[in-house]
Structure formats: C-alpha cells, structure tokens
C-alpha cells in the first residue's frame, strides 16, 4: 500500500482502504474520538481551534502512518523499540494546561483595578480544579499555584469593593517562563520546522535573492489585461474586475447581504458562467428558495449547496456563505485559491453587533473587493476595480401601506412643507404600521421591514395620545421589550432602551382609541353601538365596576360583543368556550399553542457586545464590568431583552421567563465573556431549536 501523509483532507479514505477492523486497538479508539468531535469528517472547525484536539488528532495521523510503514497489522499504533533503545523520558510540562489557562488569567490581573468579585470568582474556580483532582500536588509547577492562591487570597480578604493589583517584574517573568515550556513541551512539534532560520533583511526592504520585473513605461501602457466584462449596475458598483478576482461581504443579520450575493450570483449566471452558491449558513431550505425567487434569479448555471464541494472543476464563480459557518481561516481561503487558478470566490461573512465582520484581519487584506451592508437595504463597496462604489438592494420595495383598512387607521395629520416642519429631528426610517383587530382591542404594529417590530397595545396607544411636541413615555412590549417613544411634531419617534433599534412612524391615535372596531358590530343598532362604546370608555378609564355594572344591565346579544380580555378585566367570568375563543384571539402575541416547558440554560456574551449594547459611544466600554458587577439588575434586564430579540429573529414561539448573572470567565474585555441562567418557557421541540449542547442556549436534555 502506497503511505502518503495523513491530513484531514485524506484521513477517513485511509482508513476505509484499511478498513477499521484492521486497525490496532489504540488507532481504533482514536478513530472513534475523531469520528466524534469532527461530526464524522464533516466539520474539522474544532479540531482547528482546540489546540488540545489537534495535538491528539496529529498524534493519531503519525501513528497511522507508522501503521501503514510497518505492513505489520499486529502493530500496537506505536514504533517497536529496540532492546537497546530506552523509553524516551516524558515531559512533565507537557500535562499542565489546566495550571497554565489559571496562570494567563493571574497574569492578566496585572496593574488593573480589580472587583473582589473578580478575586471571588478566581479562587472558587481555582480550589475547585484542586479538590478535582485536575491539579496535584504531583504537577511540577504545584507551589507556583499554591503561591497564586495565596496571593488572591490576600487579596480578596483585604479588599474593601476594589483594588489595584500589581505583581512584581520577577513573578510576571517566572510566570511566563511556565508558559514557554508548556508550549515546548507538545509531543507534536514539528522538529524540522524548530531548525529554520531566517536571514535578516537590509533597511531598504529589499531581498536580493527576489526576482524583479522591469519594463518601459510606454510597453507596459500597451499591454492588455482581460476582464469578466461586467455591466449595468454591477459595473456600476463593483468595476470590472480580471478573472479570479475575490471580494468579501458582511454585514449585520436582516441587513440584506444573503440578497445582494444571490442577486450578484444571478448576475454572474447569466451572463459570465457556471456559479456555485454554498448556503451552508441558510441550508438548502425555504429561506434560500424564496431568495432565489424574490431576486428571480434561477438559471440552468447557478447550482446551491449545503457544504463546500472538494472538486470545483466545473465553475467559475464560488460563493461561501458563510465564512463562519464553513470554519474556513485565511489559510484555508489561500489553499482554496491556489488549488482552484483563474476561479473567482465571493466571501460571506458574520458581523459582530458593533458591525465588524467576524474573523481575523488577514481575511480583508487578502481581497480584491471588499462589500459592506451597513444599514438595511443598502450595500457599499471599496476595491481596486472602483472605489466608493453605492448599491440600493431592494430598488422596488415599496415600505408604503395600501390596503384600505390600514390607509384609514394612519395618521390624518398631512406632512408640513419643509419650512412649517418642527425642529424635532426624526429617528431611523419610517416605520410600516399595521393594525391587527383582537379582542382586548385594537393592536399597532410597527415594522422595521424583516428585521425587528414593536407592539403597541391599546393603554398604549392611549399614553402616546396625550404626548406633546418633545414629550416622551416608556412602554414595555409583550415580546419584553423597553422602548421609549417621544412626539417628533409629525408622528412620533420609537427607540429601544437597549440597542440600537429605532424609527419613525405617524398614527391615527385619536381614531384608533374612539373606533374600537368591536363597538360597531354590523347587526346591532346605532343605540347599541353607543352603549358599548360606553362600556370601552369606562373601561379605559379603569371604572370596571361601574363597566360591569353597565353591561350587565345590556342585553345579552349585545354584551357578548365586548371582548373575553375586556369582560374578564371588568369582573365577568367566561364560559369553556369563551376561553378558548379569547386563547386563539390572542396567538398573535402566545409564545406557544402547545404544552408549554420550562427550560434552564446557559447564555455566553463576550463582553464586547454587552459593552457595545450598554455603553453610550462617547464612555470608555471597559465600564461594562463595573455595570455587571454593581449594577446587576440593570444588566439582565438588557441580557433578557438580547435573548428575547435572538428568539425573534429565528422566528420561534419562546419566552424568556429569567435571567441570572452567573459569572464572567475573565474580565478582560477582548476575550471574555460574561455568562447567565436564562429559563426559556415555551413547547419542548421550540426549545429544542435554540438550546442543547451546541446552540445559542446552552443545556443538557
């Protein structure tokens, strides 16, 4: 059998040629550890980025290959030594990576103002490694733990609320020279790769063994260089870039950037070649067929797929969707364009919630294109092929109502001309308002395209009635969410209290409250409309004796106009099916028409997003500690609110019931996290969605 390297792009064809009960017991057990963490060869992302992982997955590819050398299928999965070779003598600092991750985090205390929260949380979690048994007394770097221990300690029972700690240069020094040999201690170091040199370069940057290309200007200004041949829009906003040309895309979800790219890949197929589009971030599911419909854009050479292909022979143009998603790093996307000449690749990434794309810097360097979808609908591009290049996604959405039922329920105020306008700025875009008639009243609901919607109930809507021109009032939604709602003088603003959501909208808030449609029942008489709005009116004053006391002395076919939220509010009791008429009136707004759950799990936010949530832009965000700490309740709130909108956005009928601070892995703002209990009520299989060992809430079922 011919033995080649083992790497991942061959491991699972190696041993199927070999066949698994031809493997000796130890490469068996490594297989099935493999098999497990890499979701049978699908998902190599967290061999990528578990440097514990990927020490035994090395470890396991050299015994396979030594394996296969041997031609010996007796072969334990270990070289056989020699009665003179002696066993090589094992490391001791190869085995303390529990010691060293408490050693990064006492490092990082260094010259900081430090919570004796902070110091509460370290001690616990370090003497529970110890009465685990993760760190003994065996570990040979057992008295420098015992050393941090103490010196927390000293801390933490000295300490008022806070305190600067410093540690001397010759502890940080020793410290870090811990870590340098665990990091030499890995039994898969590449021993060639420790023997290259590199030669020092003159200052002029010049390297004289570099091959230089030198031509005549008036040459160089005769030679032709192909292009795709882009025209239109594309041309408009991109230029027209050579054959193989990269280009990256982000931007915040329900943005609009998956339309764009399916958009572009229409484009591409219709006019310049064969496109392969891989939706391993959407699937090849409803959402993606409605894109591919909405933008009209199937054709003969546009193919979907759920996952990258390993031959990409057949197409000229390949879009990744998303980078993230696909676990793909810059050496990866490299490796992609080396093996794939002449091919063009469209990059999709995630974006952070302050708007960056997820991923190291390398990823935008790398490109020829760089596309951003800072706002919705909107798309910006910056690239060799022509800079500052605009493009408006959705050229014929129409946001507008038109239907006769919403028309008459807007606001009748016409819009002033320009000089009669007040001076109240307007916030975000106009708003798409709908009115949903159920039986507690008329509801509004203002939409913010696909991307978020506020709730306005009729108390509501009545609080923003009586606002004046610069007046505001803070409401909370059924959803949970806080948003505060001011008169801009033509219509009204809406803000979340957390976040960044925002907009404009006008209603007719003076109609809405006087019409009730419920109070206008076709087959009743103008005298009995009058005695229900009567009823309404009481009511919304909160006379619900004197509402009851009215309505009962009504005619039964009259009273049972008034709605089962009202009647039960004013005293009255509902029959069975009264009930469950008032149960389906209100889906709108239930989080399930299941058997309902409670369900505990666990949320991590890096604490750079619950800064970029929490704190205004002009104040340092290292204050967002101070805040979890101190102000506790202020911050779940906004936590609850975070996961409520995640629940949203995937469209799933959960409520977030509590929130609890639990911890913060590290109170550096760059890479840590800060983690919360979060009970979710709602059907089990709904849950089921969100939370388990691998999803947003984290839990065991």
């Not at 733990?145 to 502890?171: C, E, G, R, S, Y």
């Not at 890995?186 to 940057?205: A, C, N, P, R």
């Not at 230089?212 to 160089?220: A, L, R």
């Not at 002009?618 to 805040?627: F, S």
Request: include cysteine.
């Amino acid at each position: 059998m011919k033995v080649n390297k083992i790497t991942t792009d061959n491991y699972f064809d190696t041993i199927e040629e070999i066949g698994f009960e031809n493997l000796p017991q130890i490469l068996k057990e490594s297989h099935m550890v493999i098999l497990s963490k890499t979701d049978e060869g699908e998902d190599w992302s967290t061999y990528k980025s578990d440097a514990d992982l990927k020490r035994m997955v090395n470890l396991a590819f050299r015994k396979l290959e030594e394996f296969m050398h041997s031609g010996n299928k007796e072969l334990s999965g270990t070289p056989k030594k020699s009665e003179s070779e002696k066993p090589k003598k094992k490391n001791p600092y190869g085995e303390i990576s529990t010691e060293v991750r408490f050693i990064h985090r006492f490092l990082e205390f260094h010259d900081k103002i430090l919570y004796k929260k902070t110091f509460e949380i370290f001690i616990d979690e370090l003497q529970k490694a110890i009465q685990e048994k993760k760190i003994t007394k065996k570990s040979p770097v057992a008295k420098d733990i015992i050393a941090m221990q103490q010196a927390a300690l000293n801390a933490f029972n000295t300490m008022k609320n806070a305190k600067h700690f410093v540690l001397k240069p010759t502890t940080i020094k020793h410290l870090k020279s811990i870590i340098e040999k665990f990091e030499n201690a890995y039994d898969d170091i590449d021993e060639d790769y420790t023997k290259v040199k590199k030669k020092k370069m003159d200052l002029s940057g010049i390297d004289g063994g570099q091959k230089v290309n030198i031509m005549p200007s008036t040459d160089f200004t005769n030679l032709h260089f192909d292009s795709i041949g882009f025209t239109g829009k594309w041309l408009d906003f991109i230029g027209d870039p050579a054959p193989g040309f990269t280009a990256m895309v982000f931007g915040m979800p329900k943005m609009g950037k998956s339309y764009l790219c399916v958009d572009f890949a229409g484009y591409l197929a219709r006019n310049h070649g064969r496109v392969l589009y891989v939706a391993k971030e959407e699937k090849l599911d409803a959402t993606l067929q409605q894109k591919l419909k909405d933008k009209n854009v199937a054709h003969e050479n546009l193919f979907v797929a759920d996952a990258l292909p390993s031959d990409l022979s057949g197409y000229e143009f390949i879009f990744l969707d998303s980078v993230n998603k696909l676990g793909l790093t810059p050496k990866d996307l490299d490796k992609l364009k080396a093996d794939n000449k002449g091919k063009s690749f469209i990059y999709i990434f995630q974006a952070t919630k302050g708007g960056k794309f997820k991923g190291n810097n390398e990823f935008q360097h790398d490109v020829d294109v760089v596309i951003e979808v800072p706002e919705q609908g909107k798309a910006v591009q910056f690239g060799r092929f022509n800079q500052g290049g605009e493009l408006n996604i959705f050229p014929d959405s129409d946001n507008s109502l038109t239907s006769k039922e919403n028309v008459s329920m807007l606001a009748g105020i016409k819009k002033k001309p320009m000089n009669e306008q007040s001076n109240i700025e307007k916030s975000g875009r106009e708003l798409t308002v709908k009115i949903a008639h159920n039986s507690w009243g008329d509801v509004a609901v203002l939409k913010h395209g696909a991307d978020w919607h506020a709730i306005l109930h009729p108390e509501d809507i009545e609080t923003i009635a009586g606002l004046k021109v610069g007046e505001s009032c803070e409401i909370k939604d059924e959803q949970g969410y806080v948003w505060n709602i001011s008169n801009n003088g033509d219509g009204f603003n809406i803000k979340a209290k957390f976040g960044g959501h925002k907009g404009h909208f006008k209603l007719d808030t003076k109609c809405l409250l006087s019409n009730a449609k419920w109070t206008e029942p076709e087959h009743l008489s103008k005298q009995d409309h009058n005695d229900l709005k009567e009823v309404y009116n009481l009511y919304r004053e909160k006379k619900f004796k004197e509402a009851m006391k009215y309505a009962s002395d009504l005619d039964t076919i009259v009273r049972e106009e008034i709605p089962g939220a009202i009647w039960k509010e004013i005293g009255g009791e509902l029959t069975p099916a009264g009930e469950a008429k008032l149960r389906k009136n209100r889906k709108l707004l239930s989080p399930s028409s299941g058997k309902a759950i409670k369900k505990e799990t666990e949320l991590g936010i890096p604490l750079e997003e619950l800064a970029i949530e929490m704190i205004p832009k002009n104040k340092p965000k290292e204050g967002i500690i101070d805040l979890i700490y101190n102000k506790t309740k202020q911050v779940e709130e906004a936590v609850e609110i975070m996961a409520q909108q995640a629940i949203i956005d995937e469209k799933l009928k959960i409520k977030v019931k509590l929130v609890k601070f639990r911890e913060n892995d590290s109170d550096k703002l760059s890479h840590g996290a800060s983690y919360y209990t979060v009970v979710l009520e709602g059907e089990k299989n709904e849950i089921k969605k969100i939370a388990g060992e691998d999803k947003l809430f984290y839990c065991e079922w």
